[in-house]
């Protein structure tokens, strides 16, 4: 199983930038999928999580401004809102798996990361 995730880069505060993530390999079911983001010094944090019954979570600083779409044909997308340098971090993305039918339970997945930087 591979997680691919793409669309970092630099932007200006109050600017748009739109994270995807695609899964791909031997995947039975996806439980959930999730964006977590880790800054320089920092511990990694959850930033949002969809799950497969469409639920959301958002962390509370990202709240009204970052949007994660529920996951069809095994991608996942953030889009992100009024950014702002505190939003600056390297985005990773996440997921549950069971890769197949008689899999005991689901196991994470872990995406390469992809950078994000807001500044002037």
């Known amino acids: 199983v591979q997680l691919q995730a793409y669309g970092g880069g630099l932007v200006q505060p109050g600017g748009y930038l739109r994270l995807s993530c695609a899964a791909s390999?031997?995947?039975?079911?996806?439980?959930?999928m999730s964006w977590y983001r880790q800054a320089p010094g920092e511990e990694r944090e959850l930033v949002a999580r969809?799950?497969?019954?469409?639920?959301t979570t958002y962390a509370d600083s990202v709240k009204g401004r970052f949007t994660i779409t529920s996951y069809v044909a095994k991608n996942v997308y953030l889009e992100m809102n009024s950014l702002k340098p505190e939003d600056t971090a390297v985005y990773y993305c996440?997921?549950?798996?069971?890769?197949?039918?008689?899999?005991?339970?689901?196991?994470?997945?872990w995406g390469q990361g992809t950078l994000v930087t807001v500044s002037s």
């Open positions: 996440n997921a549950a798996i069971r890769r197949y039918s008689n899999s005991y339970g689901y196991s994470d997945y």
């Open positions: 969809v799950t497969k019954g469409g639920s």
């Open positions: 390999g031997t995947i039975f079911s996806i439980n959930t």
